[in-house]
């Protein structure tokens, strides 16, 4: 099954836990880091996380939102959404396979 996105390449983990953040809604850096540690356990440094979003950016699944404020939001885009929607759907692939090769049944003793 090939990919319906261009160029999709390398899909860092913190690029895709930056657009299931932005999925919720707009935010700037320091909420994004707060809520991706929330819901992934998973604590970003501050260049970690502008290195991806300058990286998103470029490539059009995230763009930054006119603010007055002195922080910078940002937003998931269509394009991003979309290639949130194909790397979520291969990770749920990969994960069927795993349980399915290892016995685990998630959600079960």
């Keep these: 099954m ?3 996105t261009p ?4 899909f860092t ?25 929330e819901f992934s356990g ?6 970690t996380l502008y290195g991806a979003l300058m990286r ?25 959404r979309e290639a949130l929607r194909e790397q979520l759907a291969t990770l749920r692939r990969i994960e069927l396979a795993g349980a399915k090769r290892t016995g685990v049944a998630w959600g079960s003793s």
């Design 13 to 37: 983990d913190v690029a895709l836990l930056v657009l299931i953040s932005l999925a919720e809604g707009q935010k700037h850096g320091y909420r994004m880091i707060n809520d991706i540690e």
């Design 56 to 80: 998103l950016e470029q490539r059009g699944w995230i763009e930054a939102v006119e603010s007055a404020e002195r922080r910078k939001p940002y937003r998931i885009t269509e394009g991003g």
């Design 2 to 4: 090939g990919r319906r």
């Design 7 to 10: 160029d999709l390449g390398r």
């Design 42 to 47: 998973t604590s970003l440094e501050p260049g």
